[in-house]
């Protein structure tokens, strides 16, 4: 079991950047495909990015597509997701997501229905 909390989130202008980070629990963290999702308001939660747990592997939605990276560092627990050039429909609250696959050190997901645990998530706002 994995308990994940995100942090790094705020208010921004345009064209800024933010650093997101989520702290993972647990000894297996290595283990665990790492995903970043976001909700805005009145709409359906979206993928934004994965990551393999071997870290080899990253998987974009278009619309984050040159302007987000996410990385990860297995020592540290922690996956984070750099933001830069926001836009303000980049405004969402962000979640963090861990898909249990120890046996797949590449695979990567962009499914919801795949990821095992959550955080809480943070709050990103990107002003005009």
């Known amino acids: 079991q994995v308990h994940l909390v995100e942090s790094g989130g705020g208010l921004m202008q345009a064209g800024g950047s933010l650093r997101l980070s989520c702290a993972a629990s647990g000894r297996t963290f290595g283990s665990y495909a790492m995903g970043w999702f976001r909700q805005a308001p009145g709409k359906d939660r979206e993928f934004v990015a994965g990551?393999?747990?071997?870290?080899?592997?990253?998987y974009y939605a278009d619309s984050v597509k040159g302007r987000f990276t996410i990385s990860r560092d297995n020592a540290k627990n922690t996956v984070y997701l750099q933001m830069n050039s926001l836009k303000p429909e980049d405004t969402a609250v962000y979640y963090c997501?861990?898909?249990?696959?120890?046996?797949?050190?590449?695979?990567?997901?962009?499914?919801?229905?795949?990821?095992?645990?959550w955080g809480q998530g943070t709050q990103v706002t990107v002003s005009s």
């Open positions: 990551i393999s747990w071997s870290g080899g592997n990253t």
């Open positions: 997501a861990a898909d249990w696959v120890p046996r797949s050190p590449s695979l990567v997901t962009n499914r919801q229905s795949d990821y095992d645990y």
